[in-house]
């Protein structure tokens, strides 16, 4: 295969159907869960099982068998050949990519644990109850509440700027054909 024809399949490649809806699925709850966790009663301060409570811990701990899945799905289905970008850069998205992935677990793993702590039932999307992960009271809930609510949830924070930001700077800047990778419908 030549070199023009080699680059234009490897700028046309996306993921795959499965891979781009567990994409936008993952975005759209964490987006929720950034909204649901401020908007709702301070845990710390107002320990009642407040309805908008109920919804963070529905929505995030669906999130998690969402995202258990979507890494199941993404070690067993091969990516499509990396975009033809610096071997640095291309490095540094990888390093981004990893680390979402490992936020998006110990995020809803830090926050299960302090919700079990708190004597919170915990029912992914409010149907399939999980059990406690931490006795109630025990004090590394209530550790690993404060890290989900004063560390992870800057440092998650962060690595969605950087990564949306990546996203917008090749679409808009750059103008070449990484974004639509993981477009619906692409
Ligand atoms: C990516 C997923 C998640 C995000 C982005 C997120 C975000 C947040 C935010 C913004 C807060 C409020 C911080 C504050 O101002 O105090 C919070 C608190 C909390 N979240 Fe989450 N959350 C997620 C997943 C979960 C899950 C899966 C659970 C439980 C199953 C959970 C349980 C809690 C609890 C119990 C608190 C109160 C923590 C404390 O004060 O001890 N969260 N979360
Ligand atoms: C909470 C929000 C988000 C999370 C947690 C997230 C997470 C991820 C992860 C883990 C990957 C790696 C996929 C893999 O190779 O297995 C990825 C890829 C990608 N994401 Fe996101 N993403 C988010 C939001 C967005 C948004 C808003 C955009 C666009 C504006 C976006 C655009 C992309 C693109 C284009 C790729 C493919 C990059 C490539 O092919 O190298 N993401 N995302």
């Not at 700028?11 to 809806?21: E, K, L, N, Q």
């Not at 091969?78 to 540094?92: D, G, I, N, S, V």
């Amino acid at each position: 295969m030549n070199a023009i024809a080699d680059d234009r399949m490897v700028s046309t490649a996306t993921y795959d159907p499965v891979a781009r809806g567990l994409h936008w699925l993952t975005a759209l709850l964490v987006l929720a869960e950034y909204i649901v966790g401020n908007a709702m009663p301070h845990v710390r301060l107002a320990p009642p099982f407040a309805f908008l409570v109920q919804v963070h811990l529905a929505l995030g701990s669906g999130l998690l068998l969402v995202v258990l899945f979507r890494i199941l799905w993404r070690l067993t289905h091969r990516p499509p050949p990396p975009p033809p970008l610096p071997a640095l850069q291309r490095r540094l998205a990888g390093a981004t990519h990893f680390l979402l992935y490992l936020t998006l677990i110990l995020m809803p793993l830090a926050g299960w644990a302090s919700a079990s702590a708190h004597g919170y039932p915990v029912r992914a999307f409010g149907i399939l109850s999980l059990p406690a992960l931490v006795p109630y009271r025990a004090r590394l809930g209530f550790i690993l509440g404060m890290i989900h609510a004063d560390v992870l949830y800057w440092i998650f924070l962060a690595l969605i700027a950087m990564h949306v930001g990546a996203a917008l700077y090749h679409r808009f800047v750059k103008r070449d054909s990484v974004l639509s990778r993981m477009l619906p419908g692409a």
